[in-house]
């Protein structure tokens, strides 16, 4: 197998830029090499070409480490060509970097930028990607020599702004600021490069400057929301409170990056479908779940016979916002993998989400069927069940989930309901005391079993004492009409008729009207005094 | 001014004093002829590793271990030593059908420092397994300790956090510790670190608990080359904060609150956790370090009677709490970033008398530095304090802001081993130990070396050289907790560093040997509430006038999964006298110990500020 030979040229944006001085070169390519010296097998320039270097490849998935180690073989054979010149054995090198480098072999990625630097001294592209894979490496010393001869060779843009995001990382705003302008001389407006100003700025506590770089960014790549922190610092420096507030609920995890050719090339050295979906599945872990999009559309294009990459995509377009998609990607995958239990499950969810608890039905079944330890399956089987009227039937799977998981919080919620509209209401009394003592910080276990206390139509099961007691905890946490309600219901059944009258009237304002007449009319009786409790009729369940 | 010649004087808490003080060090800034630390782990008689329950496998539950403890829990005024123990996982043994909690075959161990003299008269940490005698019967999965008195009984009592259920083990005063673990400890979860600071301000400590995810084994993770990794945290669900109220130190007075306080909204992985109070109103507040997500800063909003409730889960006292770490600046990196943190310290790096915060981080991130600018507000300046190139390849564990040289600005230790195999392998290949297969004991390629960064003035820190740290601390090792204290009685502060894959490591402080300082702790017997509560002003004198006061606060808590000597030191340079020393927040009375070589003052509560006698 033949590793695609990289380009040659620069890109035209690349070659605008001013060049350096053949002495300012010459010096920066000896503090590169005394930088890779200090990291690896220093190779001097005149020195005959060390071997490839063979990163250690037990326990990559099959097919990277035959193509790793397909690629190496390649340069291996080339290497043995006396015939083949300086520029052709750069090439493969670099494009054997590439290959290491794309699967995060930094230190074996190194060496190849570095002979293919060597090989190819006007190539801007090696040692620019030598100085990337130094900076993923934390070794910023060479990552600035090597930035600085990709500079020496030709201007390029991304390396402007690595440069100044390594003096950023260094403390050095003045040249942080002057990399930056660098950039923006060759690409106005760039918004990597106002964001690396900004950070200058602000590093120098230049607040008003560091919040016009970032604006303008902004307005440049508003989806880079990440930028909305350093600003509402900004601002914070200039007093500006309020409006550091509004940028500070806008913050998001898209940082700006500025368009890098040869870094995009990384992509292209990767074969097959694993590559996106290990970008994919980084993006969705950050929560970018559209960048996961992207990444796994290339993973599907790359095999579109993948179960893994379709349920994947469908994953990640459901948290997009597109169920219509995700849907139509996870049938795709069982197409393909009937037996998928993922797919089965996500589609399950998916249906179950949009109301269609039938259609989920059979999917969620079968995904128990496959992994009947799942306790977040057995949990969504039970809801499937309890939302199409099927209590009875859905205590198994609840009790399923509870087995395999004692505090999910959402199977003991549903065993609960279950069980109270099955009738069991002791028993659901018994499991709802026993997940309070295992969560008494779960407001929602702790709500219905207060619910309970107060209302169970039978008598001997309530408890209004209690009942307020764990009422008042989640009113006190949450203020919400329904704790409100609970906590009147309780006061009630605790005699505390007045009590419970107050909390009636206060929360009648803030209801539909339709329960604000239930409202007002049980604030009525109980106005009324003692006994005042709550006709069994009120639902135990909130 | 009054100058006093000999050490055993009582001196005034408030008045301007001048001490004098023993021939000064050369200038703490220079590069140090001998390494500021030194290995003294033999001569302690420390051995035995912490066994972490791998068993070969890529597990994170198997590599978050363990922390410890330095304290004085037999009141004889040297500090002990409480190192956690894991053992099999606990999913191993639910796996294996053994009982949860019964009985393992690893435990904790208590260490008893018996002082003892060499031959040139200095003291040397001599540390004796107690654990049994001490009736100390911790049983399950170790990783976290935290001490605090925290029934007010004058003897230090222990927190050890599991994964599992927690242990709270009640000194009874006598050398031997009873098990008191309230009922809302004994929840399984996953205990990091932990906190005791009174939060209600009623005079006893209350409990701050920091949990990580929940513990959840054969979790599958793969690195960006396709091959099996750890996994992060953003593989698991993620943990609450929780607080605990102490309503009166008995086992049945605990009351979890943390709903009605305002802390379990959102959980996060949280690591690290130091009281502080970062708005200067009285309250305590505290900052917690999370592992990939924005760290929380828990602002004390007092109570509300509002809020209050007459049952006994909730919040009697109404005190709640609100996570304002964005706006306040330590939520995230300058650039907006959610760091991986660990280790965290407050204290006052560049001299201006307020708390600054430290955060250690994930390999590729860097340490954090916040300096704190006014009330709730900090800026991020680890970039500007020159601590951030130097500190990322490394993922950093226990911290600790300490004066290593006692030139009087507080320097920063950082022990570190990585949580990846790939950042642990990039990292060795700078510093060349032999790789071990993955196979056989993946752990061991997570080793890193520690750090000292040295102040060197001007709110910066330099990276000092193998040579001024000192190999012992240099030496690549999979690190996790860091303890620090005085083990030795000499006034500077050694370091305890606890270790995933080995055996604890102990580090003596070596300072330049003329090198003065003044430290300060509570009387014996003294209960925790009140000394923690206080500050150590001290005032050198140099160049014939007084310099900006050094400000130290005496803590347990911070570092990682750690606690520390809750005595300050204050480190004074070239001084050659103080103008003041001040207890700040507090009456009572300092007084000098007897006889030399200790130089502690002492505080003890009650009776007039106004003088004391030995």
Same mark, same amino acid.
């Given at each position: 197998m033949r590793v695609g030979a990289p380009r040659t040229t620069v890109c035209a944006r690349a070659r605008a830029g001013r060049r350096r001085t053949a002495f300012a070169a010459v010096a920066l390519v000896l503090a590169l090499a005394q930088a890779f010296a200090a990291t690896s097998e220093a190779t001097p320039a005149t020195a005959p070409a060390p071997p490839p270097p063979a990163p250690d490849l037990v326990g990559l998935e099959p097919a990277v480490a035959t193509q790793l180690a397909d690629a190496r073989a390649e340069l291996v054979s080339l290497l043995a060509d006396t015939g083949a010149d300086a520029g052709t054995r750069a090439a493969a090198w670099g494009a054997l970097g590439q290959l290491y480098h794309a699967y995060g072999l930094h230190e074996a990625a190194k060496p190849c930028y570095w002979e293919a630097s060597r090989l190819a001294g006007s190539e801007l592209r090696w040692p620019y990607l030598f100085g990337q894979a130094a900076r993923a490496s934390n070794d910023l010393a060479a990552a600035k020599a090597a930035f600085g001869e990709t500079l020496a060779r030709g201007a390029y843009e991304p390396a402007e702004v690595a440069v100044a995001e390594l003096a950023l990382a260094e403390g050095d705003a003045g040249e942080a600021a002057a990399a930056a302008t660098r950039a923006l001389e060759l690409v106005p407006g760039e918004p990597a490069a106002l964001a690396a100003l900004g950070q200058a700025r602000l590093s120098q506590r230049d607040f008003a400057g560091a919040a016009a770089a970032l604006e303008d960014?902004?307005?440049?790549?508003?989806?880079?929301?990440?930028?909305?922190?350093?600003?509402?610092?900004?601002?914070?420096?200039?007093?500006?409170?309020?409006r550091a507030r509004e940028e500070l609920a806008k913050v998001g995890k898209t940082g700006a990056r500025a368009r890098d050719p040869f870094l995009e090339e990384l992509d292209a050295a990767r074969q097959g479908e694993l590559a996106p979906l290990l970008r994919a599945r980084r993006a969705a872990a950050a929560g970018d779940w559209n960048a996961a999009v992207v990444e796994l559309r290339r993973a599907v294009a790359a095999d579109p016979t993948s179960a893994r990459a379709r349920v994947d995509l469908g994953a990640a377009l459901a948290n997009s916002g597109d169920p219509a998609g995700a849907r139509a990607e996870f049938e795709a995958a069982l197409v393909r993998?009937?037996?998928?239990?993922?797919?089965?499950?996500?589609?399950?969810?998916?249906?179950?989400?949009?109301?269609?608890?039938?259609?989920?039905?059979?999917?969620?079944?079968?995904?128990?069927? &496959?992994?009947?330890?799942?306790? !977040?399956?057995?949990?969504?089987?039970?809801?499937?069940? &309890?939302?199409?009227?099927?209590?009875?039937?859905?205590?198994?799977?609840?009790?399923?989930?509870?087995?395999?998981? !004692?505090?999910? !919080?959402?199977?003991?919620?549903?065993?609960?309901?279950?069980?109270?509209?099955?009738?069991?209401?002791?028993?659901?009394?018994?499991? &709802?005391? !026993?997940?309070?003592?295992?969560?008494?910080?779960?407001?929602?276990?702790?709500?219905?079993?207060?619910?309970?206390?107060?209302?169970?139509?039978?008598?001997?099961?309530?408890?209004?004492?209690?009942?307020?007691?764990l009422a008042t905890r989640v009113w006190s946490a949450q203020a919400t009409p329904d704790h409100g309600r609970t906590l009147a219901l309780a006061l009630a059944e605790a005699g505390r008729c007045a009590e419970a009258s107050a909390v009636a009237r206060s929360l009648a304002a803030q209801v539909s009207a339709a329960e604000k007449d239930a409202l007002e009319s049980a604030a009525a009786l109980w106005a009324k005094g003692p006994p005042c409790r709550p006709a069994a009729a009120e639902s135990p369940t909130p | 001014m009054l100058r006093l010649a000999p050490a055993h004087r009582a001196i005034s808490v408030t008045a301007l004093l001048a001490l004098t003080l023993a021939t000064p060090p050369p200038s703490g800034a220079a590069e140090a002829t001998t390494p500021l630390f030194r290995d003294g782990t033999a001569e302690a008689g420390l051995a035995g590793a912490y066994e972490n329950g791998a068993r070969g496998r890529l597990e994170l539950l198997a590599i978050m271990g363990p922390g410890a403890a330095l304290f004085d829990f037999d009141g004889d005024g040297d500090l002990d030593l409480f190192l956690p123990q894991g053992g099999t996982l606990p999913s191993d043994r639910l796996a294996s059908g053994a009982r949860p909690g019964g009985d393992v075959e690893a435990r904790g161990r208590l260490l008893r420092n018996d002082l003892v003299a060499r031959a040139d008269g200095s003291l040397a940490a001599r540390f004796v397994d107690v654990t049994r005698r001490a009736a100390l019967a911790t049983r399950g999965y170790g990783v976290a300790a935290a001490v605090s008195d925290y029934d007010g009984d004058g003897a230090p009592d222990l927190l050890v956090g599991n994964l599992g259920a927690d242990e709270l083990w009640h000194n009874r005063g006598d050398g031997t510790f009873e098990a008191a673990t309230p009922a809302p400890l004994q929840r399984p979860g996953w205990t990091s670190g932990a906190s005791f600071a009174d939060v209600d301000g009623d005079g006893d400590l209350d409990l701050f608990v920091v949990e990580y995810v929940e513990p959840a084994?054969?979790?599958?993770?793969?690195?960006?080359?396709?091959?099996?990794?750890?996994?992060?945290?953003?593989?698991?669900?993620?943990?609450?904060?929780?607080?605990?109220?102490?309503?009166?130190?008995?086992?049945?007075a605990w009351a979890d609150v943390s709903a009605a306080a305002g802390i379990t909204e959102p959980p996060g992985p949280g690591l690290g956790v130091v009281a502080t109070d970062a708005d200067s109103d009285g309250r305590v507040d505290f900052f917690v370090a999370n592992d990939g997500q924005p760290n929380f800063l828990w602002r004390n909003q007092g109570s509300e009677p509002s809020a209050r409730s007459d049952g006994g889960g909730g919040n009697a006292r109404g005190v709640r709490f609100a996570d304002e770490a964005?706006?306040?600046?330590?939520?995230?990196?300058?650039?907006?970033?959610?760091?991986?943190?660990?280790?965290?310290?407050?204290?006052?790096?560049?001299?201006?008398?307020?708390?600054?915060?430290?955060?250690?981080?994930?390999?590729?991130?860097?340490?954090?530095?916040?300096?704190?600018?006014?009330?709730?507000?900090?800026?991020?300046?680890?970039?500007?304090?020159?601590?951030?190139?130097?500190?990322? /390849?490394?993922?950093?564990?226990?911290?600790?802001?300490?004066d290593a040289d006692l030139d009087g600005a507080l320097d920063l230790v950082v022990v570190n081993g990585a949580v990846r195999l790939v950042q642990g392998v990039a990292a060795q290949t700078a510093a060349a130990p032999p790789l071990v297969r993955p196979e056989a004991r993946p752990e061991a390629q997570?080793?890193? /070396?520690g750090h000292l960064y040295r102040n060197v003035g001007g709110g910066r820190f330099a990276l000092a050289p193998p040579a001024t740290a000192g190999e012992a601390l240099s030496r690549p090792r999979v690190a996790r907790g860091l303890a620090v204290g005085d083990?030795?009685?000499?006034?500077?502060?050694?370091?305890?560093?606890?270790?995933?894959?080995?055996?604890?490591?102990?580090?003596?402080?070596? %300072?330049?040997?003329?090198?003065?300082?003044?430290?300060?702790?509570?009387?014996?017997?003294?209960?925790?509430? %009140?000394?923690?509560?206080?500050?150590?002003?001290?005032?050198?004198?140099?160049?014939?006038?007084?310099?900006?006061?050094?400000?130290?606060?005496?803590?347990?808590?911070?570092?990682?999964?750690?606690?520390?000597?809750?005595?300050?030191?204050?480190?004074?340079?070239?001084?050659?006298?103080?103008?003041?020393?001040?207890?700040?927040?507090?009456?009572?009375?300092?007084?000098?110990?007897?006889?030399?070589?200790?130089?502690?003052?002492?505080?003890? %509560?009650?009776?007039?500020?106004?003088?004391?006698?030995?």
């Open positions: 960014a902004l307005a440049g790549l508003p989806q880079a929301d990440r930028l909305h922190y350093p600003l509402a610092l900004a601002y914070r420096g200039l007093g500006r409170t309020e993998e009937p037996g998928n239990a993922t797919a089965r499950f996500d589609l399950g969810v998916l249906l179950l989400g949009a109301g269609d608890a039938a259609g989920a039905l059979p999917h969620l079944e079968a995904a128990v069927a &496959l992994r009947p330890g799942d306790a !977040e399956a057995q949990r969504s089987l039970g809801d499937a069940l &309890l939302a199409l009227g099927r209590p009875a039937d859905a205590l198994a799977p609840f009790r399923a989930a509870v087995a395999a998981a !004692e505090r999910d !919080e959402g199977a003991r919620f549903g065993e609960a309901v279950a069980l109270v509209r099955t009738g069991n209401l002791a028993a659901a009394r018994e499991r &709802l005391e !026993e997940a309070q003592r295992l969560m008494p910080e779960q407001g929602r276990l702790t709500h219905l079993l207060a619910r309970l206390l107060a209302t169970a139509s039978d008598p001997t099961l309530r408890d209004g004492a209690r009942a307020v007691d | 084994a054969a979790v599958r993770c793969f690195a960006e080359s396709s091959r099996p990794d750890y996994c992060g945290p953003a593989a698991y669900r993620s943990r609450a904060d929780r607080l605990l109220r102490n309503d009166g130190g008995s086992p049945t964005l706006l306040a600046g330590v939520a995230l990196s300058r650039e907006g970033l959610a760091r991986a943190g660990m280790g965290v310290d407050a204290a006052d790096v560049d001299g201006d008398g307020d708390e600054d915060l430290l955060v250690t981080n994930l390999s590729g991130e860097g340490n954090t530095l916040y300096v704190r600018q006014e009330d709730a507000l900090y800026e991020d300046r680890t970039a500007e304090a020159g601590l951030l190139a130097p500190s990322r /390849p490394w993922t950093g564990f226990g911290t600790a802001l300490v997570l080793a890193q /070396p083990v030795d009685e000499d006034g500077d502060v050694d370091a305890l560093v606890a270790v995933n894959d080995g055996a604890p490591v102990l580090l003596l402080a070596e %300072p330049p040997a003329a090198a003065a300082w003044i430290g300060a702790g509570a009387c014996p017997g003294v209960a925790d509430a %009140p000394w923690l509560g206080r500050r150590l002003a001290v005032s050198p004198l140099r160049d014939g006038g007084a310099i900006a006061p050094l400000v130290r606060r005496p803590r347990r808590d911070g570092s990682y999964a750690s606690a520390r000597d809750p005595r300050v030191v204050a480190g004074l340079g070239d001084a050659r006298d103080v103008a003041a020393v001040e207890l700040r927040g507090a009456g009572g009375r300092l007084r000098w110990v007897a006889p030399p070589p200790h130089r502690y003052l002492l505080w003890c %509560p009650g009776g007039s500020l106004g003088g004391g006698s030995p």
